[in-house]
């Protein structure tokens, strides 16, 4: 009785260790095809843009917020391949070790590691001004103000506004008590301002003044969202998150089943036009059946 008693003792241990594996392994069909998503969930457009992959990613998606993502999981077993939504998510991502492509959108920092694909979603400069040139022939300037370094003229709204024949004023608003001498700028009719998604910016203290200013002056305002066309701007170019899935969906087919992407960088130039009719007639630029036949939206 007592070599029996012994046995099991010995034997309970052993069954567990045994057990406890079988129970945590993921069948390997399930992680040959799962395609990990790693976010901030407290930011509203990764949130949608979830929300849309779920609905139309064909391959089992498997939501990974940073704040609720252990390390245990992450090393747990390999996934097919990655999705890393801003700087956070794919600080994240990279804490895998798993040699698998990462798909990285809204990053400002790309690291050297080869994983990476950049998704590259920067704003639509040379649309803005190609439809300001439509809208205003005439048009000789472009004062595009920002705070934060990272929304500083990027080359591509420098070649843009040369292309064109334009000038481009950048000021640099960090302290408010500037704006009203950079606000000079908006006296003359043949200047439009671009207005960058720069949090710095975006307060009452700064775009109620510049909304009201290009007003009396009768000048454009660019915007980047729906509500800063509500605001007063003459258009904008939207991102729309089902697009920009659409965009992340077929990349995740081209490259779930193992073929390695060519190049890092993949510019996404799918926008939605949202046009503010109402601001366009009382500047007396009434847009073209052409214009708004190119929208997608109109206020």
């Given at each position: 009785m007592n070599h029996?008693?012994?046995?099991?003792?010995?034997?309970?241990?052993?069954?567990?260790?045994?057990?406890?594996?079988?129970?945590?392994?993921v069948p390997p069909c399930l992680a040959e095809t799962e395609i990990w998503a790693f976010y901030r969930s407290d930011i509203p457009l990764y949130i949608a843009v979830m929300k849309q992959l779920e609905a139309h990613l064909k391959r089992q998606l498997v939501s990974c917020p940073i704040e609720k993502t252990s390390s245990s999981f992450i090393d747990s077993h390999s996934p097919k391949m990655a999705i890393a939504l801003g700087d956070a998510g794919l600080k994240r991502a990279l804490t895998m070790t798993w040699n698998v492509p990462?798909?990285?959108?809204?990053?400002?920092?790309?690291?050297?590691?080869?994983?990476?694909?950049?998704?590259?979603?920067?704003?639509?400069?040379?649309?803005?001004?190609?439809?300001?040139?439509?809208?205003?022939?005439?048009?000789?300037?472009?004062?595009?103000?920002?705070?934060?370094?990272?929304?500083a003229p990027t080359p591509a709204l420098t070649r843009a506004a040369a292309t064109a024949g334009l000038?481009?004023?950048?000021?640099?608003?960090?302290?408010?008590?500037?704006?009203?001498?950079?606000?000079?700028?908006?006296?003359?009719?043949?200047?439009?301002?671009?207005?960058?998604?720069?949090?710095?910016?975006?307060?009452?203290?700064?775009?109620?003044?510049?909304?009201?200013?290009?007003?009396?002056?009768?000048?454009?305002?660019?915007?980047?969202?729906?509500?800063?066309?509500?605001?007063?701007?003459?258009?904008?170019?939207?991102?729309?998150?089902?697009?920009?899935?659409?965009?992340?969906?077929?990349?995740?087919?081209?490259?779930?089943?193992?073929?390695?992407?060519?190049?890092?960088?993949?510019?996404?130039?799918?926008?939605?036009l949202i046009l503010n009719v109402t601001i366009l007639d009382k500047l007396q630029l009434s847009p073209s059946a052409e214009i708004r036949n190119l929208a997608t939206k109109e206020l």
């Open positions: 029996t008693r012994f046995s099991l003792r010995r034997l309970v241990p052993a069954l567990f260790l045994l057990i406890i594996p079988a129970l945590t392994a990462i798909l990285a959108a809204f990053v400002d920092e790309l690291p050297a590691d080869t994983r990476v694909v950049d998704i590259d979603v920067p704003q639509p400069h040379q649309r803005q001004i190609e439809l300001l040139m439509k809208l205003r022939p005439d048009l000789k300037t472009i004062w595009y103000p920002f705070a934060g370094e990272a929304f000038k481009l004023v950048a000021d640099r608003l960090q302290d408010p008590r500037v704006l009203p001498r950079a606000l000079r700028v908006l006296d003359n009719q043949t200047t439009a301002t671009i207005l960058p998604p720069d949090p710095g910016i975006m307060n009452d203290a700064i775009i109620s003044p510049v909304m009201l200013a290009a007003f009396r002056s009768q000048t454009v305002v660019v915007g980047f969202s729906e509500g800063i066309a509500k605001q007063g701007a003459a258009f904008a170019y939207v991102l729309n998150p089902h697009r920009l899935v659409d965009f992340l969906v077929d990349h995740v087919e081209a490259y779930g089943d193992g073929n390695r992407p060519r190049g890092h960088d993949i510019p996404f130039d799918n926008w939605d």
